[in-house]
């Protein structure tokens, strides 16, 4: 009835889940628009649907949570574990929910069977981490400034063979935020860029608890940084910088 959603029910019924998801239950589901499933790379998208009975069904359950979850039930916890079995993250930004990096566009929507959460992009499950650290931000696909940098400094190669290490790791919008007079000046001083990069290195395999244990980290330029988090450990910093993703 939506009319906004043409992409995500072809998707349920590729995978034989829309008899499912419209009579079983109760469930909450997270629901990515057609704008949300048309920001996926037509390749990658044609790739899923491929796939319904593998990658499509455990991408779609990755939007499926067990019972009636209102939105604010969802903050209060933090988490959800959804019905492909690894959790959603839930946080508050900008004065918008959050679930992952996916903006909440409406929430509260409730069917006989459960409730919908509208967002605006398609959640992915995290794979098992595999490959250097390089690897990973290069798959991801959200810093391709940070690869750059680490590329022109040469310490691309050290987190390829050396470490272990924790990268706090800017994304692209990240460094867009700087002044462009800054960014430029930064990126023609070869040392204060490097200095800048070991700045967002810490040495050693540290979770995100075990950093807020410490709250003062040294970092491989030399200074330390500051860990810390409010509501519960539900939303973290280091130093002034909001961590949006983490572990």
Do not use: C
């Not at 499509?56 to 604010?72: E, N, P, S, W």
């Not at 946080?91 to 959460?117: C, E, M, R």
């Not at 810093?143 to 040469?154: D, P, Y």
């Amino acid at each position: 009835l939506d009319g906004r959603f043409n992409t995500l029910l072809f998707a349920l019924n590729e995978a034989g889940l829309t008899e499912t998801v419209a009579t079983a239950g109760p469930f909450t589901l997270l629901a990515p628009t057609d704008e949300a499933f048309a920001q996926v790379p037509a390749e990658t998208l044609e790739a899923i649907l491929a796939d319904p009975e593998g990658l499509l069904t455990q991408i779609l359950l990755y939007h499926v949570i067990d019972g009636t979850q209102k939105a604010r039930s969802l903050y209060r916890d933090g988490e959800a574990e959804t019905l492909q079995g690894q959790t959603v993250s839930i946080s508050y930004s900008h004065w918008k929910l959050q679930i992952n990096s996916a903006t909440v566009l409406s929430h509260d929507v409730f069917a006989p069977n459960g409730v919908i959460h509208m967002i605006d992009e398609v959640l992915v499950p995290p794979a098992a981490p595999s490959g250097t650290l390089v690897d990973l931000l290069e798959a991801d696909g959200r810093f391709t400034t940070l690869l750059g940098a680490l590329e022109a400094t040469g310490l691309s190669e050290a987190l390829v063979g050396e470490g272990p290490f924790t990268v706090l790791a800017p994304t692209d919008d990240a460094f867009a935020d700087l002044d462009p007079d800054a960014l430029n000046a930064l990126v023609a001083d070869a040392e204060a860029l490097k200095s800048v990069l070991l700045y967002h290195v810490v040495e050693g395999d540290r979770s995100l608890a075990d950093l807020n244990d410490d709250r003062k980290v040294a970092t491989l330029e030399g200074s330390s940084v500051i860990f810390w988090s409010w509501w519960r450990g539900k939303v973290n910093f280091v130093n002034g910088s909001r961590i949006t993703e983490f572990d």
